[in-house]
């Protein structure tokens, strides 16, 4: 709608560019500047209770229950009491509260396996089922044994720790498909390869073989302090002596082995050309895969939880408040200091990273943390005159996908002119307006991963007036 007092001309610049992905993109590289952005806050009446060293913080991929669509870019915590919320988690919208439907279980204590799924027990009886967060649906069902113990899921098998046995059930169909006595993993991970599905126990290298429905073992050189890494079929690990090993499972020999002078505190990960190792102290280590220490570096803390591997960083929650991007080429770090401890794993949803902090025994808040998303505004000139070209520029932050829409206001609020523009990171307009006084820019961009707005108030003055003020300045 037009403002009848004024005639404007609204021109609107769209930059040339490449074709974008339809697909989400990884997560960008860690840059200058990082921030940290509350998304929302539980008292103590309705913090979410902790199953195991971590929060129950997952990502959705799918609709739940076909009743709503979810944001590519959204997270969910599950507060267990009684009944089951979960929180959608937009970044640039507030987050919207959505319950689930009440689940017929009763957690189980162990925690979500892979951000997934949940271990639950019947309201009435003993058998036990698994919650599938990313469809909403129950899976399995089987007689609850006190000491069972889910250990991983590979589709359409579970992995379970039960008494002095690994026992091998299915999701689809209400039978057992192996056992495997008297070896109990040590390490709650589950490892994929092609035909095959490993896990490690106090000695030995457990594998099942699902063509066959057997289980094969093969002795460690020695005791595994964490889990493990597969890397081209062999076995990387760190030992309860210290060790960081290279081991070939299928021939029974050991490639290399490097003392470390320290137990490793999580499983090694690999990473454009290294392994990176975390030990219980304050060190990280640089490997190549033929053995030879490329650097390390000292945290000056210890790391609280499994670190989170992204395109060029590693990002780590310290004990002293502090998330830390390391750099995987160059070991440059960036972080950002929080004012509490985390309370759960990092968890990267989309091009995000989320996690619980506990800011005070009452209150836990969780924070979206990394490079700041948002929008840039540019105006100029700083002083617009009646008349006189004012140019808008606006660049999306690390929003995939924007969606711009331009929306000038005057003072009283009428709507002066409205445009539109998606495709491309940033966007320019150039506005000629005939009257003199105060407008309000506003500057949405929508995306899948929410909503974004910036505002600024432009002051635009007459040129009598401009010619007035500088007489006056060029008088004193």
């Known amino acids: 709608m037009m403002n009848r007092f004024s005639a404007i001309v609204f021109i609107l610049v769209l930059a040339v560019g490449p074709n974008r992905s339809e697909e ?3 997560l960008p590289e860690i840059t200058p500047h990082l921030d940290q952005r509350e998304i929302m806050a539980f008292s103590a009446s309705s913090s979410p209770v902790w199953l195991f060293s971590g929060a129950l913080l997952f990502p959705f991929s799918s609709p739940i229950s076909g009743t ?22 937009g970044l640039g919208t507030m987050p919207i509260n959505h319950p689930l439907p ?15 799924y949940l271990m639950l027990r019947e309201m009435e009886g003993t058998n036990l089922f698994l919650y599938d967060f990313f469809t909403g649906r129950s899976r399995g069902r089987w007689a609850g044994e006190p000491t069972k113990r889910l250990i991983g899921v590979a589709e359409p098998l579970a992995f379970f720790a039960e008494a002095d046995e ?19 993993p040590s390490f709650a991970g589950l490892h994929a390869q092609v035909q095959s599905l ?5 000695k030995k290298l457990i594998t099942f073989y699902p063509a066959a429905n057997r289980f094969a073992e093969v002795e460690l050189p020695s005791p595994p302090a964490a889990d493990c890494l597969f890397y081209h079929q062999h076995l990387i690990y760190g030992s309860t002596d210290r060790r960081l090993i290279r081991f070939f499972p299928s021939q029974k020999k050991t ?21 990176i190792a975390i030990t219980r102290g304050d060190a990280v280590y640089w490997i190549t895969p033929n053995g030879t220490i490329a650097g390390w570096h000292s945290l000056d803390s210890i790391c609280r939880y499994p670190p989170l591997l992204m395109r060029d960083h590693v990002a780590l929650v310290l004990q002293n408040n502090e998330v830390l991007f390391l750099n995987i080429r160059d070991r440059s770090q960036q972080k950002i200091i929080m004012d509490g401890p985390a309370d759960s794993p990092l968890l990267q949803i989309g091009q995000s990273i989320f996690l619980l902090k506990r800011t005070n025994p009452r209150e836990t808040r969780l924070v979206r943390i990394g490079n700041r998303i948002g929008i840039d505004l ?16 606006a660049r999306a932050v690390n929003i995939d996908r924007p969606r711009f829409q331009f929306r000038i206001e005057d003072a009283a609020g009428n709507l002066i002119i409205k445009r539109e523009a998606k495709g491309f990171p940033s966007e320019r ?28 108030w432009i002051q635009v003055s007459d040129w009598t007036n401009w010619g007035l003020t500088i007489l006056r300045i060029f008088h004193r």
């Open 378 to 393: 540019d105006i100029q000139p700083e002083h617009s005159l009646r008349g006189a070209s004012v140019r808008i520029a």
């Open 68 to 89: 709503m669509s979810i944001y590519p870019e959204a997270a969910g915590i599950v507060a267990l009491q009684g009944r089951f919320p979960y929180w959608i988690v």
């Open 166 to 184: 690994v026992v091998v059930e299915s999701l689809t169909a209400d039978k057992r498909i192996a056992v495997q006595a008297g070896r109990i």
């Open 429 to 456: 307009v150039a506005w000629i307006p005939e009257q003199a006084g105060r407008f309000h820019l506003q500057v949405k961009v929508e995306s899948p991963a929410g909503v974004f707005v910036a505002d600024r």
């Open 255 to 275: 490639i290399w082995s490097i003392d470390l002078g320290d137990l490793l505190q999580f499983p090694p990960i690999f990473a454009q050309g290294y392994i």
């Open 198 to 202: 490993h896990l490690l126990s106090e």
């Open 24 to 26: 989400i993109r990884p």
């Open 102 to 116: 009440v689940l017929p279980g009763i957690p189980v204590t162990g925690g979500p396996v892979s951000n997934r």
